[in-house]
């Protein structure tokens, strides 16, 4: 084992550091993890699982709710404010430190009733509070936007849920006191937008010409995308309904955690 790193995790949906967690155990170096206050009982679940049932890693796996110390790296996610934080305080170690990141859909008009069901996943899975949950849509000129209602309406109970509603009361209110032009989908709301990143409720869609404009987008702002969903000719794209379900192999911000930590 050569080194101590330390895992900061997110809280923003269940088991968000968990790969990082992986990583560290396979490894072989030693790991200090500091979960968020809003994910705490199942990390320490597992955490407590697999010692007790591999004992030997009870001198691999360490555990703080404080300031962190002894460590050689740090793997850190966090929000916008944080990542400026995490670079002051992180700016003499080696470090993997995560931002913001939103994802996307991009559609062509040809997509099968199921390929629309399976982006209200993508879209609502964890209430959409994922760097891999989509939050805007790029659709053709004339698309018919009364598909996204119809389609999506697996997820129409999430207005059920209390903070839920209120994000979406909230920004439907404001948008009526602006005179802002929106859709309502009765438990989600479509804006006209060249933002990444709407708030919780929210689902921008940009209308496009050419495929190509979307992929000069996409490209001068892939710093800040995580996800591609689409069945177009489009680089690194993933299937409808794949933005939830990553393999092994792909690492957020597509930094090869495994290197990082497999790096003297």
């Known amino acids: 084992m050569d080194s101590t790193v330390a895992i900061i995790m997110a809280g923003n949906f269940p088991l968000a550091g968990f790969h990082d967690f992986i990583c560290g155990i396979i490894s072989g170096n030693k790991i200090i993890v500091k979960p968020s206050s809003d994910d ?4 320490c679940f597992f955490i407590d699982y697999l010692k007790s049932t591999f004992p030997e890693l009870d001198e691999i796996i360490g555990f703080s709710d404080k300031k962190l110390s002894g460590f050689d790296k ?8 944080t990542f400026n934080y995490f670079e002051y305080y992180f700016r003499n170690k080696k470090s993997i430190l995560r931002k913001n ?3 996307v859909a991009v559609l062509d008009g040809n997509e099968s009733v199921k390929e629309l069901e399976n982006l209200s996943k993508d ?22 936007l009364e598909k996204f209602k119809k389609h999506f309406a697996e997820f129409k109970d999430i207005i059920y849920h209390n903070k839920y509603s209120n994000n979406y009361n909230y920004h439907k209110t404001i948008k009526i006191m602006n005179n802002e032009i929106f859709i309502d989908g009765e438990y989600f709301i479509l804006k006209e937008s060249r933002e990444f990143s709407p708030p919780i409720s929210v689902i921008n869609y940009h209308y496009y ?9 996409i490209q001068d702002n892939c710093e800040n995308i995580q996800c591609i969903v689409s069945n177009c000719d489009i680089n690194n794209k993933i299937k409808f309904g794949d933005a939830q379900n990553p393999d092994l192999h792909d690492y957020s911000d ?9 790096t003297k």
């Open 123 to 144: 879209i609502f899975q964890y209430f959409g509070l994922g760097c891999r949950n989509v939050s805007k849509i790029f659709i053709p000129i004339g698309y018919n």
């Open 254 to 262: 597509n930094i090869d955690t495994l290197n990082f930590l497999l």
């Open 40 to 43: 705490k009982i199942l990390i």
């Open 74 to 81: 740090v793997i850190a996610t966090g929000s916008n404010n």
């Open 101 to 103: 990141r939103s994802s």
């Open 209 to 217: 010409n050419k495929i190509s404009e979307v992929k000069k987008i």
